[in-house]
C-alpha cells in the first residue's frame, strides 16, 4: 500500500498563476483533509470532505477550492496564487472523520514569488 | 475555537536522557488527542492517540498521557536516542484535528 500520496513535491508559482495539487489515498478512507503547515503556526485545516460527495472548509479556506473527484481523490485548487499562499500542503485521510487516526502524506512545497 | 499550545517549541539533551514534551488545550471536549513525529521535509507520522476516555497510552520507550480535566497531555520518551531527533506535534481532534505548534527535539551523541 502506498497510503497516502501527493503530487507535486515542490511547485514555483508566479503571483496570479493557478494550479491543482492532488492527493490519492489506497486504503479506502472516507474521509479526507488538506492542511497547511507555516512556520511557528502548526498545521491549518484549509478544506476536508467527510466522505464521497461533500466538501467542507476548515479554518483557513479563503483562496482555495477542492474536488472530491472519487473515494480515493481530493484535490486542492489555487486559482490565482498570492504570495501568502507560500507554504508546505499537506494531504491526510481516515477511515470516518472524527475519532480516528489521521494518516498524511509527505506534503508538497509551494513557493509564490 | 480551539487553542493547542506546546512548550517549550525546542529542546536539546544528551543521547540517554529522558524526553519530557507538553502539550496544553483549552476546550476539554474533545474525542481524542494524537502525538505525531515529523522529520524535516518529510510528512507526519502518527506515534500515539489517547482516546478522551483513556489516561496514558504506551508504545515501545513512549508514554503519553492525557488530563482532560487540565487540559493536557505530555508525551515521554524514555533513554532519547539521536534517531528521536524530530519536531514533535501534538493534536486535539474534537472532530477536527487543531495541532500545536510543534517541539523540535534534537538529542545529542
Known amino acids: 500500500n502506498a497510503g497516502v500520496t501527493q503530487t507535486p513535491k515542490f511547485q514555483v508559482l508566479k503571483t496570479g498563476q493557478s494550479m491543482t495539487l492532488q492527493c490519492a489515498q489506497d486504503?479506502?478512507?472516507?474521509?479526507m483533509y488538506w492542511y497547511r503547515q507555516d512556520p511557528g503556526m502548526g498545521l491549518r485545516l484549509i478544506y476536508y470532505s467527510a466522505s464521497e460527495g461533500t466538501t467542507d472548509k476548515g479554518e483557513v479556506p479563503n483562496g482555495y477550492n477542492v474536488s472530491r473527484l472519487n473515494k480515493r481523490e481530493f484535490s486542492l485548487r489555487l486559482e490565482s496564487a498570492a504570495p501568502s499562499q507560500t507554504s508546505v500542503y499537506f494531504c491526510?485521510?481516515?477511515?470516518?472523520?472524527?475519532?480516528?487516526?489521521?494518516?498524511f502524506g509527505p506534503g508538497t512545497r509551494l513557493l509564490v514569488l | 475555537k480551539q487553542e493547542v499550545t506546546q512548550i517549550p517549541a525546542a529542546l536539546s539533551v544528551p543521547e540517554g536522557e529522558n524526553l519530557v514534551l507538553n502539550c496544553s488545550f483549552t476546550?476539554?471536549?474533545?474525542?481524542?488527542l494524537q502525538w505525531f513525529r515529523q522529520d524535516p521535509g518529510k510528512g507526519l507520522t502518527s506515534l500515539l492517540l489517547i482516546q478522551s476516555s483513556q489516561r496514558e497510552q504506551t508504545s515501545g520507550r513512549l508514554n503519553a498521557s492525557l488530563d482532560k480535566s487540565s487540559g493536557r497531555s505530555t508525551l515521554y520518551i524514555a533513554a532519547s536516542q539521536p534517531g528521536d531527533s524530530a519536531t514533535y506535534l501534538c493534536a486535539v481532534n474534537d472532530y477536527k484535528l487543531s495541532f500545536g505548534a510543534g517541539t523540535t527535539v534534537t538529542v545529542r551523541a
Open positions: 486504503m479506502n478512507h472516507n474521509s
Open positions: 476546550d476539554s471536549a474533545i474525542y481524542n
Open positions: 491526510a485521510s481516515s477511515t470516518n472523520g472524527g475519532r480516528e487516526t489521521q494518516y
